[in-house]
């Protein structure tokens, strides 16, 4: 009886060391599983730094893809392959998840989902695909199928004779894709080259600018019939940039060959001209609708004008080949992409000064933010 108690006991005293031991080694388990591994990767995709509070900046470059700037720290942090050559015209959807950029060299457009980075679907919408916009679940996206390479004729300059003249007169297609299908639905005709899209303050009309016959077209969304044309030669060619103010009430467009921004009522009978600098493109208001910013190409200047009086507020010192801006989120501050100079501009939007230069290499065309700004190739929501 002695012996089975002292074998019990040394069994207790055994299980006792056995559970203490696995409750050390559970333990230990625990902590290495809840401690952070080197291997797994800080989430830099573009939606969850959204989510965590972040601005970020999307700025297409014709030689390359879409480089992301983080507008905290006004630095490139990453670049998205756009899977194409000659990425221009780019637009968000609301929710920020995906990301449309028109692919010149493919007449495509990539669609990018921003949590990844990755190409999710290219969509063929027309011959030189350019401006995109966003509406729901739908892009829309002009085209110029007349457009030839190289630089624009200079002002006042004959053309030169072609040939094939019909080829010069091919009326463009605005593509209209829907996202959720992930293909082009239909197409609205425009002009030739079409250029400039803006939607009107109602959503139920596409206004177009089209550069190879100077005119503005107004199109019924839901039907694509054509609505009203407006001529600009009068005023000056090359109609490019075209932009409704924040009340709906005034329409802009600007005239590259007549150093010009055209004036619209909501009805879009021109009202009058504004005299700009050399060769103007890209336009806005800020978000109150108090000033209006005006991208000056060759004269490299972001002019800024009173919206009422539309009296000439000041000149921003650029850079080169500068057409497309946006306001940040926070409308404190103008990004400006100038092409040549391979940078976007930092502009104090209450000071109008530069006071930052970001390196975008490879071109730089548009530029959009999320959330969505004013600019010049956007509207905030």
């Known amino acids: 009886m002695q012996m089975l108690n002292s074998s019990l006991a040394r ?55 879409v480089d992301v700037i983080d507008l905290a720290t006004m630095q490139v942090t990453s670049m998205l392959d756009v899977k194409a050559k000659g990425p221009r015209g780019l637009a968000l959807t609301d929710d ?12 495509s ?35 110029e199928p007349s457009s030839k390479a190289g630089p624009p004729p200079k002002p006042g300059s004959k053309p030169e004779e072609d040939d094939d003249d019909d080829e010069e007169k091919v009326p463009a297609k605005i593509a209209i894709v829907d996202l959720t299908k992930g293909e082009k639905v239909r197409e609205i005709t425009g002009g030739p080259e079409t250029e400039g899209l803006e939607f009107s303050a109602d959503g139920k009309q596409l206004v177009i600018t089209n550069e190879a016959d100077n005119t503005v077209t107004v199109h019924n969304i839901e039907t694509g019939d054509l609505v009203k044309t407006i001529s600009t ?68 200047l972001l ?55 970001i390196e975008v290499k490879n071109m730089p065309w548009g530029v959009v933010t999320f959330p969505k700004a004013m600019g010049s190739l956007e509207n905030a929501k």
């Not at 949590?115 to 996206?141: D, H, L, M, W």
């Open 11 to 65: 069994r207790a005293r055994t299980s006792v060391w056995l559970l203490a031991l696995l409750a050390g080694v559970t333990a230990c388990n625990k902590q290495e599983e809840s401690a952070p591994t080197p291997e797994t990767p800080a989430a830099t995709s573009a939606v969850s730094e959204s989510s965590s509070g972040k601005t970020l900046a999307y700025v297409s470059t014709q030689d390359a893809g």
């Open 96 to 107: 920020g998840k995906q990301l449309v950029v028109a692919t010149r060299e493919n007449g």
């Open 109 to 143: 457009v990539s669609v990018i989902d921003t949590a990844t980075g990755e190409v999710v679907k290219q969509i063929e919408v027309g011959k030189n695909p350019e401006f995109v916009r966003v509406s729901g679940n739908y892009a829309f996206v002009s085209s």
């Open 233 to 300: 030669h009068q005023y000056g060619d090359r109609p490019r940039g075209i932009k409704v103010s924040p009340d709906g009430n005034t329409y802009l467009a600007t005239l590259e060959f007549g150093n010009k921004f055209m004036v619209m009522d909501k009805d879009f009978n021109v009202v009058r001209t504004v005299d700009t600098a050399e060769t103007p493109y890209g336009i806005a208001y800020d978000s109150k609708g108090e000033r209006i910013f005006v991208a000056t190409n060759k004269a490299k």
């Open 303 to 357: 002019q800024v004008f009173d919206a009422k009086t539309f009296e000439k507020i000041k000149e921003v010192p650029t850079g080169n080949r500068c057409w497309h801006f946006s306001f940040t989120p926070d409308n404190k501050q103008v990004l400006l992409a100038c092409g040549k100079s391979d940078a976007v501009f930092v502009i104090d939007a209450d000071k109008l000064e530069v006071t930052n230069q």
